[in-house]
Nanobody, 125 residues
Framework: QVQLVESEGGLVQAGGSLRLSCAASGRTSSTYVMAWFRQAPGKEREFVAV????????YYADSVKGRFTASRDNARNTVYLQMSSLIPEDTAVYYC??????????????????WGQGTQVTVSS
């Protein structure tokens, strides 16, 4: 089993920055692929970013491309999401997720068997 724990989110003004982290424990060999998703009120959970074990392969949702950066520190079993130029539409609960395999369905929730509890990010205008 894998346990994922996200850092505390927060309230930030539009245009500001925030970094989330997600620490993995347990069977960390199952965290070959780590991703971030988010869920805004009244909306479905959506893909934000994914990063491979090496960190060299990273994909982003179009809505965050150029503003968000996903990275990982395998020595600390931690993945990060650096968010910049935040806008109110980024307000959501952010979740990290992990999987043993990197597939073409990396944007799908069903590709990830392990999930964190989520952390609230609120961007004020």
């Amino acid at each position: 089993q894998v346990q994922l724990v996200e850092s505390e989110g927060g309230l930030v003004q539009a245009g500001g920055s925030l970094r989330l982290s997600c620490a993995a424990s347990g069977r960390t060999s199952s965290t070959y692929v780590m991703a971030w998703f988010r869920q805004a009120p009244g909306k479905e959970r959506e893909f934000v970013a994914v990063v491979s074990w090496s960190g060299h392969t990273r994909y982003y949702a179009d809505s965050v491309k150029g503003r968000f950066t996903a990275s990982r520190d395998n020595a600390r079993n931690t993945v990060y999401l650096q968010m910049s130029s935040l806008i109110p539409e980024d307000t959501a609960v952010y979740y990290c997720a992990a999987s043993e395999t990197f597939t073409a369905a990396y944007t799908h929730l069903s590709s990830y068997p392990y999930w964190g509890q989520g952390t609230q990010v609120t961007v004020s205008s």
